[in-house]
């Protein structure tokens, strides 16, 4: 029974591969038990394990984002475990082609030829599934000294940028990423004014152009370089920001 553990707990969604196991490995290597949150038991499993070889207190726990049943599942299992949550990595996300249907080289397919499933799909994951989480754990994050929430959103959120029509941007083709992310951005802001008067901070980061599977290895940044602005976010002091949108060099528009 771990009930009084005083280290800190933190949970991280999607953190069987890429930013979100960079993320664990660095708040791990900082002494945080890493509750590694995966849709899949067996990736999930490796990648707690591969922490623990390096001394890591990691544990794996069952969490697809689109499933309710999982997501209370994990609340049960932290509940039980350690009565509190300090750090919440909302990471797990999707890019989806804007048109699934048309094979290879639909991603960069213009916004209007964006299929609602596409839509959808990618809302489960990026918003719908980072609110649900949120929302379930806020009553064990309220009950931890200075709890952290951390949204890993992406550049391709910012409104300002989009506006920009004429920019040479291909990135601006990915409606449903984008409009995933800006609304991951809203709950951030949201969620921030409701836990005002809370020690909770909350803030949306983006990690940069990232070298992973999500990125098909285009990213510039490694993993562990990228993942160094969530941990920076997870571990803010008291008198850091909250309801904030950041990269590397600090805020960014909305
Ligand atoms: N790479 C970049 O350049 C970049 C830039 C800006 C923002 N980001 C953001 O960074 C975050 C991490 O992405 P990444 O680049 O590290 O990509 P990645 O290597 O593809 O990792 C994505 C993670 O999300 C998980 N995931 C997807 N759907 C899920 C669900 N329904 N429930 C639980 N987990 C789920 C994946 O699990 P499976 O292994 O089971 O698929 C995987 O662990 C994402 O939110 C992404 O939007 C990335």
Known sequence: MVAHDP?????????????????????????????????????????AAMLRKEGIHARFVLLDVTKEET????????????RRLDVLVNNAGVLLP????????????????????????TFETNFFGAFMVTKAFLPLLRRSEAGRIVNVSSMQASLQNKADYGRENGHTLFLA??????????????????????????????????????????????????????????????DGPTGGFFDESGPIPW
């Open 7 to 47: 280290r800190k707990v933190a949970l991280l969604t999607g953190a069987n591969k890429g930013i979100g196991f960079e993320t664990a490995r660095q708040l791990g290597a900082m002494g945080m038990v890493v509750l590694v949150g995966a849709r899949d038991p067996g990736r999930g499993e490796r990648a």
């Open 71 to 82: 997501i209370k599942g994990a609340v049960d299992f932290v509940e039980r475990q350690f």
């Open 98 to 121: 804007n048109a699934p249907s048309v094979g290879q080289g639909s991603a960069v397919r213009p916004p209007s030829d964006c299929t609602i499933e596409s839509l959808r799909q």
């Open 177 to 238: 990423y984008c409009a995933s992310k800006t609304a991951l951005n809203v709950l951030t802001a949201v969620c921030a004014n409701e836990l005002r008067d809370t020690p909770i901070k909350i803030n949306s980061i983006c990690p940069g152009y990232v070298d992973t599977d999500l990125s098909s290895h285009m990213g510039t940044k490694s993993p562990a370089e990228a993942a160094r602005i969530p941990v920076h976010y997870a571990t803010l002091s008291a």
